[in-house]
């Protein structure tokens, strides 16, 4: 099982950015997949969350409103497009796999077996 996490960089404060998580090893509807972020000195803190099979998707409050979650299974891909960018936003960016995780477990990174090396998102201001 292999994630792997792409498109972060710098943007400039109320830019966007899509970030970009090629799954291979097994059945991405089989998954959730999850966005997390992690900044120096701070507890990794979850973004996003998509399940399979329409289960739906899951949004922090930090973020609603301005990134949207998608998947393209005949890609194996999961993308997270995130508009509006502040700094505030600036981190390193992981996406994790796991199955059968209910949904007031999904915001909570030990649900998640399986993660991705990350992507660095920096946004100046």
């Known amino acids: 099982v292999q994630l792997q996490a792409s498109g972060g960089g710098l943007v400039q404060a109320g830019g966007s950015l899509r970030l970009s998580c090629t799954v291979s090893?097994?059945?991405?509807?089989?998954?959730?997949i999850g966005w997390f972020r992690q900044t120096p000195g701070k507890e990794r803190e979850f973004v996003a969350a998509i399940k399979g099979y329409g289960g739906g998707t899951f949004y922090s409050d930090s973020v609603k409103g301005r990134v949207t979650m998608s998947r393209d299974n005949a890609k194996n891909t999961v993308y997270l497009q995130m508009n509006s960018l502040t700094p505030e936003d600036t981190a390193f960016y992981y996406c994790?796999?796991?199955?059968?995780?209910?949904?007031?477990?999904?915001?909570?990174?030990?649900?998640?077996?399986?993660w991705g090396q990350g992507t660095q998102v920096t946004v100046s201001s």
């Open positions: 090893g097994f059945n991405l509807d089989d998954f959730a």
């Open positions: 994790a796999a796991g199955s059968r995780i209910i949904n007031s477990q999904i915001r909570n990174s030990r649900s998640y077996d399986f």
